[in-house]
């Protein structure tokens, strides 16, 4: 059964619920088991549909939440990585940086420097 955008429905259940739920501490067995499958059928059906595994879908979204955060509020590096879902800041500044190849707070820092030079 496809929708009628083409997209499939299992797929597009996972992204709604990772796109809802990415600040939750949420498991590829949670979401297997809201769709009554297997977690090992359904990381399978995922990266076969996606090309990309649930958890590389689940970080992708938590780092693009962070990066918003990062730039467009104030608030400490610890409550944005608590935010988007990780308990361990270490981890989520590890993640950060090899996701961008820098860290949180330069990020920060260069896209300050960007919108200033874009404004003045």
């Known amino acids: 059964m496809r929708t009628i955008s083409g997209e499939d429905p299992v797929i ?3 992204m709604h ?3 809802t739920g990415f600040g939750a501490d949420i498991s590829l067995e949670q979401v297997a088991n809201d769709l ?3 977690a090992a059928y359904l990381s399978t059906y995922i ?3 996606t090309g990309t595994n649930f958890i590389d879908h689940l970080n992708g979204l938590r780092m ?3 990066k918003e955060l ?3 509020t104030a608030r400490q590096v610890s409550d944005i990585a608590r935010e988007v879902g990780y308990l361990n800041v270490t981890s989520f500044n590890r993640l950060f940086k090899k996701t961008t190849g820098i860290s949180p707070t330069e990020y920060r820092r260069l896209r300050q420097v ?3 030079g ?3």
């Open 64 to 66: 693009a939440k962070a």
């Open 47 to 49: 990266k076969e549909k």
């Open 12 to 14: 597009s259940r996972v």
């Open 114 to 116: 960007d919108a200033e």
């Open 70 to 72: 990062l730039t467009e």
């Open 36 to 38: 009554n499958m297997s």
């Open 17 to 19: 619920s990772l796109e």
């Open 118 to 120: 874009k404004t003045g």
